[in-house]
């Protein structure tokens, strides 16, 4: 088969599965082949051997299956950085980039500030922000174990020793620690959203959280303002809808300066939170 025809074939295939089905024709061949996606479009009458095709139809039946690309191909990228992934960690998704563009704004280029990133996962925010603030001390903390080893590679490949990490619940191993930045994308999809069979593949920990999906960020709104200097911050990213919601449980909490983001798509995606004696010293 010829590449331009094992592209045809397979984008028509993937429309079913995916919202890009010929870039992850293209990538998937490309990986097959071991060559950059250029050479597809420089050679598009060159036959597949045997032993490429095997691979290409493989990883073609694992996407098809459901199989996020990004676990196929074993990378994805996130703030320009090529990130591992695996099914030990969520997918990182492009509108988390808003968290920590908001973030940056809040710090100085030569800040030293002390930054928590709660449920790191692949480690793709704690990364990103340590990649831009080599001044920062950065904590990432996740509940999985598979995870955090994700996360730690990464930031080895990376270079960047400025990330410390640590295993637990939440806020759990941080008691008595203070932090002048606290980001996270906590998991805030329903119990019962049928989303979720779609992303059947990627850990149901990082993605589900009670019957409104609500209960992640409100453990957080609870318990985050102990972990804070009284000039402290929090950025949380939660569902398009939730806005009102995260709102109401943040000021319940006794947050204040509560300020929601929208991504570039429109759709509210980030709240910000302040301390209230942050307000006073303003």
Not at 5 to 15: D, Q, T
Not at 150 to 177: C, M
């Amino acid at each position: 088969m010829r590449i331009d025809a094992a592209v045809a074939s397979a984008a028509g295939r993937l429309a079913e599965v995916s919202e890009s089905p010929r870039l992850d024709a293209e990538v998937l061949l490309a990986r097959a082949l071991d060559l950059p996606r250029s050479y597809l479009y420089a050679h598009p009458d060159d036959v597949l051997d045997e032993a490429a095709a095997a691979r290409f139809f493989k990883a073609l039946e694992q996407r098809l299956g459901g199989l996020p690309l990004a676990y196929i191909t074993g990378e994805k990228e996130f703030w320009s950085l090529a990130l591992a992934v695996g099914p030990g960690a969520l997918v990182p998704r492009p509108e988390t980039e808003l968290l920590v563009e908001l973030a940056l704004r809040d710090m100085p280029r030569r800040s030293k500030r002390s930054v928590l990133d709660l449920g790191t996962g692949s480690g793709a925010i704690a990364i990103a922000l340590a990649s831009e603030r080599s001044a920062l001390h950065i904590v990432a903390t996740d509940v999985s174990a598979a995870a955090l080893l994700i996360a730690k590679h990464n930031a080895a490949k990376h270079g960047l020793g400025n990330i410390e990490f640590v295993e637990g619940d939440w806020t759990t191993p941080l008691a008595g620690r203070r932090f002048d930045l606290i980001v996270t994308n906590p998991p805030y999809v329903r119990d019962d959203d049928p989303v979720l069979d779609e992303l059947r593949f990627e850990p149901r920990l990082a993605l589900a959280s009670g019957g409104d999906g609500l209960d992640a960020i409100r453990t957080l709104a609870r318990d985050c303002g102990r972990l804070l200097m009284p000039s402290g911050t929090l950025m949380l990213e939660h569902g398009a809808d939730q806005r009102d919601e995260v709102a109401c449980i943040l000021a319940a909490e006794g947050w204040a300066g509560i300020e929601c983001f929208s991504d570039l798509a429109g759709r509210p995606r980030v709240t910000r939170a302040v301390a209230r004696e942050r307000l006073h010293n303003s």
